[in-house]
């Protein structure tokens, strides 16, 4: 087995990395809506609900007060977790490129801005929550929550890893720049929910087209 040199720890976020998780996301954010009296037919216009925190998403994209954001997000999860959490599907070789990168040597973590139980329950639905050495989520009381938050309870509960060691794969700019904010370096995939470009300025080190390249670009940038 070969020892890493230069990267230890790999981080996956998980909406748009890992899973496609569109459907889902943006029917339990249509119903939330709907409780508010606000009409969204078509659930292509609020791909931006995936990704970020969901108060975020409500406070910014509606005009909603803290207040109304905070019941916004209680009636999200009313339908997400009944329904909307295995609404989803996993990218095809998700699993094979995991299992190549733990037989490399690699650690292998999440990082998502989604709650942490809702994280374990896709991983598990999907059999895929062993081959996880820890997953990090958003906590239920709003404690951590954006993408530099998780990484920051990643590098705590990591201590013994430099965080030049761990690498970030994600799909949009949330993921981009937290890498960024916390000096975890990134890598893109195309065929999540973000725009390449965005990413590619904002300093990703690189691009794949899919989830089964990346134990060979980690090598060719890393090693």
Not at 3 to 25: P, Q, V, W
Not at 163 to 191: H, Q, R, W, Y
Not at 206 to 212: Q, S, T
Request: aromatic residues 10%; negative net charge.
């Amino acid at each position: 087995m070969d020892e890493r040199k230069y990267m230890k720890a790999i981080l996956f976020d998980l909406d748009g990395t890992l899973i496609d998780s569109s459907e889902g996301i943006t029917k339990s954010a249509q119903y939330a809506l709907a409780h508010f009296g606000i009409d969204e037919p078509d659930l292509t216009k609020i791909y931006f609900f995936i990704g970020p925190p969901l108060i975020d998403t409500f406070m910014n994209h509606y005009g909603f007060s803290r207040e109304q954001a905070v019941e916004a997000v209680a009636v999200y999860r009313e339908r997400y977790h009944k329904v909307g959490i295995f609404e989803c599907s996993l990218y095809p070789g998700v699993k094979e490129c995991i299992e190549e990168l733990k037989r490399q040597g690699y650690m292998i973590g999440m990082a998502s801005s989604k709650p942490e139980e809702s994280c374990r329950r896709i991983l598990e639905h999907f059999g895929i929550l062993g081959l996880f050495d820890d997953v990090v989520g958003a906590t239920m009381d709003g404690r951590i929550g954006t993408k530099e938050e998780v990484l920051n309870e990643v590098m705590r509960r990591w201590s013994e890893i430099p965080k030049e060691e761990m690498c970030l794969i994600g799909d949009t700019m949330f993921d981009i720049n937290g890498a960024n904010m916390v000096g975890v370096p990134s890598i893109a995939v195309s065929f999540g929910f973000g725009e390449v470009n965005e990413m590619v300025s904002a300093g990703a080190k690189a691009v794949i087209d899919d989830i089964r390249q990346l134990p060979d670009v980690l090598s060719r940038l890393f090693d």
